[in-house]
């Protein structure tokens, strides 16, 4: 199986207007290929918004940006029935999250109830207003960010909307040289010397085919039990690491097997093979149960966050 040139005209694309930061731009591409849902975590300025636009511009899907803010309200992003004086009847008002690509930028600004509301439509694609449901776009992705360091005005996502996202990505600062060429190319558009137009001619429908071809890409049966055995290790800890066996106060759920399979699946995928080796699992196991785990106290007194358990389970579980 090869990938659809498409997608590598539009990771070229995404290359040419995110500066390094290739760890990022290939969870994207996960994400488009799975249709599973993003939540990006970095401090300000590290180009996760301009990123998130940059994929929506390349697959030409209709793309809205929302700010959440504490004041928002749960029909602000949802819709809401409106009542039409002509008719004497009540209509429906689409709101921004029937679109295909939806950034929810700082989705931890928002308070819990609008939080709530984006549950329905990131698990069962579609919206509840007035007891009737309105289904989402296919491609219907949210691709959200949050940055970890603010504390006041925030509201920390709860479990069960964490387990929504397939992905947790924590975006890291870029090495000195690659911050050189971000100023030079900042330089060039003050010139004048803007990035090349997206031409991908990737629509969404190529996107819906592509994904189908991730869903066949073959995975061992030995491979489907390392990748259990990875999540089950979240659970139950002590069997793998005895002196780690009270730092997780909640294990993943099996949603995180599924992501697991699903992300390791698209990786291949983008490196041109339809079978899944070892190597995919390792590389976005971290990413699947980064949000999926909760170290506990003693963990936490211990400095160890669910990267270093992460790592701990991957070092200690023999790879097939």
């Not at 700082?106 to 509301?117: D, F, L, M, Y």
């Not at 870029?174 to 190319?185: A, K, M, N, S, V």
């Not at 001619?201 to 055995?229: C, F, G, M, Q, W």
Request: charged share 25%.
């Amino acid at each position: 199986m090869q990938t659809q040139p498409e997608f590598l005209t539009l990771r070229q694309h995404l290359e040419g207007v995110i500066v390094g930061q290739s760890h990022l731009l290939d969870r994207l591409m996960i994400a488009l290929l799975t249709g599973g849902h993003i939540l990006l975590e970095s401090p300000p300025g590290l180009a996760k918004t301009t990123a998130v636009k940059a994929l929506a511009g390349g697959v030409h899907a209709r793309f809205q940006r929302v700010q959440f803010t504490p004041d928002l309200m749960p029909a602000d992003i949802t819709g809401s029935d409106v009542f039409d004086p002509r008719t004497s009847d009540f209509r429906f008002m689409e709101g921004p999250l029937f679109n295909e690509i939806i950034l929810a930028d700082e989705i931890n600004r928002a308070p819990p109830k609008v939080q709530s509301a984006l549950l329905e439509a990131m698990e069962e694609h579609q919206v509840t207003i007035g007891g009737r449901s309105h289904p989402l776009p296919d491609l219907f992705i949210v691709m959200a960010t949050q940055n970890p360091l603010e504390q006041s005005g925030t509201y920390p996502l709860p479990e069960a909307q964490l387990d929504r996202f397939l992905l947790h990505v924590v975006v890291d600062y870029p090495g000195e040289e690659d911050e050189l060429r971000i100023l030079e190319r900042d330089r060039q558009m003050h010139f004048g010397v803007d990035a090349e137009a997206a031409d991908t001619r990737l629509s969404p429908v190529t996107v819906l085919t592509a994904r189908r071809e991730v869903a066949e890409v073959h995975i061992e049966d030995s491979l489907k039990r390392y990748v259990v055995s990875i999540v089950n290790a979240t659970r139950n800890l002590g069997d793998w690491l005895p002196d780690w066996h009270d730092a997780v106060r909640l294990g993943a759920s099996p949603r995180a097997t599924l992501a697991t399979v699903r992300a390791a699946s698209a990786h291949a995928y983008l490196q041109g093979r339809d079978y899944v080796i070892p190597d995919d699992v390792i590389d976005v196991a971290p990413d699947v149960l980064r949000h999926r785990i909760l170290p506990s106290f003693s963990a936490r007194a211990k400095e160890l966050g669910s990267d270093e358990l992460i790592s701990g389970i991957l070092g200690a579980i023999p790879v097939p």
